[in-house]
Each structure stands twice: as C-alpha cells, then as structure tokens.
C-alpha cells in the first residue's frame, strides 16, 4: 500500500461528536452549551413526517429555548432557500442554529449561517476559503447514512439561475457540533438508504485516492470502506437492525472525517453537475459515476485502487499484472452495486446526449476535480459520461 509522506504539512479538521443511539436527546444541553438561546431549527417536510423534527423540538424545550422552524428546504437545496432562511433568522433574531436532516437541511443550515455572518449572498462564497466570518453556532443531526455533511467543512448549493452545484469548503462550515444518531437512520426507505450508502462509499474511495490525501485521512477512508462493504446490505435488507444501522453509520462519519480533509474528486464534480443541470438525486448519480471513474482513474493511482479492491472483497494479488489488478477492483465494484439493487443509468434518470457538453464543461469547473488523481480533459469527461448513460 501507499503511504502518503508524513513530511509534506497537512491540517485535519473535525467537530466535536456525540456518536450512538439517542445522541440527538443530547441537542438542548449542546445548543444551551454553545450559548443559543433563540434557535433556527433547520429541516425538511420528509423528515417532519418522520417525527425526527419533533424529537429535537423536544430536547431544545427541556432548556427552555425559543424555536424557529424553517423547513422550505429542497433535495439539492436551492440559493433562494439559504436567502430565505437568513432572512427568518434575523427576523426572529436567532443566535444559533440546529440542523437535522440529510445532506440537504444541513448544507443549507450551513449556508444561512454563512450569510447572516457575512452579510453576503450565498452564490459569493463559491469556492476554497470564500467565507471570511465565522458562521453562529451549528450543531447537526443527520438522518441518512451518507452525506456527512455533519463532519465536514463542504456545503453543496444549487445556483438556479446559471442551472449548477456550487461548492463552498470552509472550515468556518464545519459545525460545531454533531448528534450522529443510528436511530434516525431507520426510517430511510430501501432506496434511500442504497444511494445515501453509496454516497459515503464514494466518499471513501475518493479521499483514498485524492491527490490530498494523508496518514489520518487514510485511517478514515479504508476503515469506512471495510465497514460500508460490511454492513450496507445488510442495511438495506433489514432496516430495523440497529447494529448495521449503526455501523453504516460510522462508515459514513469515517467517510466524511476523511473527505472533508482529503477533499474529493471526479465522481463528485461530475454528480455537482448532474445535480445542478438535471436536478437529479446525488447519491444515486455517484453510485452510477462510481466504477467508470475508477476505470478511467486506475492507472494514476494503482496500488490505492487495489487496497481499496481488496477492501472491497476483491482476490487481488499484488504480484498481478496492474491490468489483471484493475479487472478484479473493477469486478469487485460492479458486483456491490449488483448486490444491493443499484443497476440504474444515466439514461433511465433522464439524461440524453445532448446533454453531455454542458454536463462535462460545469463538471470540470468543480473544485473536486482538483484533486482527482487523474489529470482529466474535458473529452475525457465528456466520454465517462457517455459510457454511464
């Protein structure tokens, strides 16, 4: 295996963390901790239904703190969303903020945070360390297995004028604290709890070959490669086990602890786009973009790419030919996805030909790419898109 040098600099950022089952009781005593007194609660219509909304509503009551709540939130959560919510922040003069959710309720919970901050609009953050003033208080309860958008510093927006994900990284977006319950994860339905795995397990495999990948980010990422290969069907097949759910789970913050560091790469910026454009469902997009960017990355990156094969259940041989090596990870990948029902295209979620350019063009303007191993052209994209339709 590869080792990344441990003497080039490398900074790791993390919130503090309450792991287990009923660790989201625990978000009154966390908000009166960090000072709120008049709290934002940010989430969606879904999650409402689910009751997981009421059940922080609760704890925040037990210390006796005023409540907002803003759930005009999307799935690939809208500018005009985040602007919207700011706006309600200081109408109701909140002081912090509570997000429960998937990756969407926490994404724009960290964009009202940026905004109100800042004063700025939220398309002006785009990019690496755009967010000058801290955020007020986040803490973030997730509900899906897969985002990790409560360990790390991204947020994903769509910009709905120009038809694009924008990404903001900024450790200011790192929440101050997260409430990683299990228990809010049985709730997912079987395809939701398929395509919010595959995201986490796309997460993993990206930080591990990520030109900015390090000693601790590896840790994380093969760690929750071996978990989410482990424990993600029996998820799907049985959504009340609370051990799978569990360790799924923890797959998925390890998944994240290693992204938000390592950042990210061709899947991602390539899903950005489909999301942005089409307005299609993340985690599904990275799990259909997942083995043909490994085909296309391979060769720049062989000896990760067979770990994580190996991780994956693959009978790999490092005296293999790298041909035979890539074969066998590529086997090991389309057979997961096999296994837990993931087979759909590009084309059956509606994507055409001519769609392509635009995709490929936006995709290559993503920050992820920036640290994909490969260095790609934008005909290089283009084709990868093609060969996934």
Not at 14 to 36: C, H, R, T
Not at 201 to 226: K, M, Q
Not at 363 to 368: L, R, Y
């Amino acid at each position: 295996m590869v080792q990344a040098q441990l003497t080039e600099l490398r900074k790791f950022v993390a919130p503090e963390f309450v792991f287990g089952p009923e660790s989201a009781s625990l978000a009154g005593q966390y908000a009166d901790n960090l000072g709120m007194t008049r709290v934002l609660l940010v989430s969606d219509p879904g999650v409402q239904a689910c009751g997981w909304t009421d059940l922080v509503i609760k704890a925040l009551q037990q210390k006796h703190l005023a409540i907002t709540t803003f759930t005009k939130v999307s799935p690939n959560p809208r500018d005009y969303e985040v602007m919207a919510g700011a706006a309600l922040y200081r109408a109701e003069q909140c002081d912090g903020i509570v997000a429960v959710g998937g990756g969407s309720p926490m994404d724009c919970a960290k964009g009202i945070g940026f905004v109100v901050s800042n004063n700025q609009d939220i398309l002006e953050f785009k990019g690496v360390d755009m967010v000058e003033r801290p955020s007020p208080p986040l803490i973030c309860i997730p509900t899906t297995a897969g985002s990790s958008a409560d360990v790390s510093q991204f947020a994903i927006i769509t910009d709905t004028a120009r038809k694009v994900k924008i990404a903001i990284v900024s450790k200011t977006g790192v929440p101050d604290a997260a409430l990683v319950d299990p228990s809010l994860t049985v709730s997912m339905s079987r395809e939701l709890t398929t395509h919010t795995g595959l995201d986490a397990l796309t997460h993993a495999v990206e930080a591990y070959v990520s030109n900015a990948n390090g000693p601790v980010t590896d840790i994380f990422a093969l760690n929750a490669i071996n978990l989410i290969a482990r424990h993600l069907p029996k998820a799907i097949a049985e959504p009340n086990n609370l051990e799978a759910r569990s360790q799924q789970m923890l797959g998925s913050m390890y998944a994240g602890l290693a992204f938000s560091n390592a950042i990210l790469g061709a899947v991602h910026a390539m899903a950005h786009s489909l999301g942005g454009l089409l307005d299609l469902p993340h985690g599904q997009c990275n799990a259909i973009l997942l083995e043909h960017v490994i085909d296309y990355n391979f060769s720049a990156a062989p000896e990760r790419y067979a770990t994580i094969g190996m991780a994956m259940g693959a009978d790999i041989d490092p005296a293999m030919p790298l041909d035979e090596q890539h074969k066998h990870t590529l086997n090991a990948f389309q057979a997961f996805k096999k296994a837990v029902g993931m087979t759909s295209t590009l084309a059956e979620l509606g994507v055409r030909p001519e769609d392509i350019e635009s995709l490929a063009r936006n995709a290559m303007n993503d920050p992820c790419m920036a640290t994909n191993p490969q260095d790609p052209q934008p005909g290089d994209i283009s084709a990868i898109f093609e060969r996934a339709l």
